[in-house]
T-cell receptor
Framework: AQRVTQPEKLLSVFKGAPVELKCNYS??????LFWYVQYSRQRLQLLLR??SRESIKGFTADLNKGETSFHLKKPFAQEEDSAMYYC??????????FGSGTQLTVLP | DTEVTQTPKHLVMGMTNKKSLKCEQH?????MYWYKQKAKKPPELMFV???????INESVPSRFSPECPNSSLLNLHLHALQPEDSALYLC???????????????FGPGTRLTVL
């Protein structure tokens, strides 16, 4: 079975502060991990995936297989980063399993 | 066209009604998905079509009936729904390239369904 845990339902930070959204997973094989973002009144969209190792909108995430984590980080949060963030895992069946999500609010 | 579109945006129906949700993509993707998303919850997979064939049905009640008429279209037929079926229904598509890595799924804006 595959499972994704996002321990923080809500997270608030001030503009310019660093932000880290936590994601832990459980999967017996070699997983693929994703971060999806849903801005207010917009569709769910891919932010980044671990295999591409890109930095999108200043966000990065590193897959740590030892700690089974894929935390999302940004050194300086912006107000436009306020959104719902979902961590997701794709296993051998190519099905996406989503975490419960973290609502990030960046305060002015 | 690089988007997944869904119609209608909103739908209100009674428990005895029959209605359909539609999803369309013109990105040449060969995998299409239906998800159900309740308020403040993550999307839950319902069905997966791969090359127009149903490949995954996540034990969804038979009052939900998917259909894939062609590679660009995906329908979800609704009949005798219950009030607890009220949710945002999301469609997604992906390449289904068959490689060793998963393909990115692109999501539509969703249809907000209310069952009275």
């Amino acid at each position: 079975a595959q499972r994704v845990t996002q321990p923080e339902k809500l997270l608030s930070v001030f503009k310019g502060a660093p932000v880290e959204l936590k994601c832990n997973y459980s999967y017996s094989g070699s997983p693929e991990l994703f971060w999806y973002v849903q801005y207010s009144r917009q569709r769910l969209q891919l932010l980044l995936r671990h295999i591409s190792r890109e930095s999108i909108k200043g966000f990065t995430a590193d897959l740590n297989k030892g700690e089974t984590s894929f935390h999302l980080k940004k050194p300086f949060a912006q107000e436009e980063d306020s959104a719902m963030y979902y961590c997701a895992l794709s296993g051998s069946a190519r099905q996406l399993t989503f975490g419960s999500g973290t609502q990030l609010t960046v305060l002015p | 066209d690089t988007e997944v579109t869904q119609t209608p945006k909103h739908l209100v129906m009674g428990m005895t009604n029959k209605k359909s949700l539609k999803c369309e993509q013109h990105m040449g993707h060969r995998a299409m998905y239906w998800y159900k998303q309740k308020a403040k919850k993550p999307p839950e997979l319902m069905f997966v079509y791969s090359y127009e064939k149903l490949s995954i049905n996540e034990s969804v009640p038979s009052r939900f009936s998917p259909e894939c008429p062609n590679s660009s279209l995906l329908n979800l037929h609704l009949h005798a729904l219950q009030p607890e079926d009220s949710a945002l229904y999301l469609c997604a598509s992906s390449q289904d390239s068959g490689g060793s890595q998963s393909d990115t799924q692109y999501f539509g804006p969703g249809t907000r369904l209310t069952v009275l």
